[in-house]
């Protein structure tokens, strides 16, 4: 049973413009939400997280959203660039533990 | 500075032989994580160490054994691997095995098991 999923496998954005990343999960013990970047054969890379005591955290130009209430959290990240294009995972921690839980990933595909 | 380190970068291994990866965090960290990935799929958690203890080991068969021999250096060694266990290897590292951790995340060991 996935408990952090990622509906969309790609998205496709123009330079320039805002590019949405989506993520829903299912158990609410989770308290500690976090976005990486992965490029082929590399690492993930860390981006931003969140905590449930927050709906919102900003950092640069990625910003991260969290609905308690829907069990939802998204990435938002403006101006998007070439540079972004990636596979992104959402994760998350439970209470008192630090291993995360993945989704799937959505691969973000920037067009000049 | 977040950076956790891995070597080696590539590795080939047949599957009678015996090799080892290592990853090295210099950022004070004292819980330290192994995970295999595979092509298009999410990191899948294999060995957590906290304070240089195993504190989980999720079902991983035992041709793969980890060792922490300190706080800095994490080591996987590979005996008689199987082809299927090809995939990128990856350490990972937080401040704590508690709550609220971030886990930063070194480049990988891409293996191939022949």
């Known amino acids: 049973d996935q408990q952090v999923k990622q509906n969309s496998p790609s998205l496709s954005v123009q330079e320039g413009r805002i590019s949405i990343l989506n993520c829903d999960y299912t158990?609410?013990?989770?308290?500690?939400f976090l976005w990486y970047k992965k490029y082929p054969a590399e690492g993930p890379t860390f981006l931003i997280s969140?905590?449930?005591?927050?709906d919102k955290n900003e950092d640069g130009r990625f910003t991260v959203f969290l609905n308690k209430s829907a069990k939802h959290l998204s990435l938002h990240i403006v101006p998007s660039q070439p540079g972004d294009s990636a596979v992104y995972f959402c994760a998350a921690t439970s209470w008192g533990y630090s291993t995360l839980t993945f989704g799937k990933g959505t691969m973000l595909l920037v067009s000049p | 500075d977040t950076e956790v380190t891995q070597t080696p970068k590539h590795l080939v291994m047949g599957m009678t032989n015996k090799k080892s990866l290592k990853c090295e965090q210099h950022?004070?960290?004292?819980?330290m994580y192994w995970y295999k990935q595979k092509a298009k799929k999410p990191p899948e958690l294999m060995f957590v160490y906290s304070y240089e203890k195993l504190s989980i080991n999720e079902s991983v068969p035992s041709r793969f054994s980890p060792e922490c021999p300190n706080s800095s250096l994490l080591n996987l060694h590979l005996h008689a691997l199987q082809p299927e266990d090809s995939a990128l290897y990856l350490c990972?590292?937080?401040?704590?095995?508690?709550?609220?951790?971030?886990?930063?995340f070194g480049p990988g060991t891409r293996l191939l098991v022949l």
């Open positions: 158990n609410s013990m989770f308290d500690y």
């Open positions: 950022m004070g960290h004292r819980a």
């Open positions: 969140i905590s449930s005591i927050k």
């Open positions: 990972a590292s937080s401040l704590g095995a508690s709550d609220q951790e971030t886990q930063y």
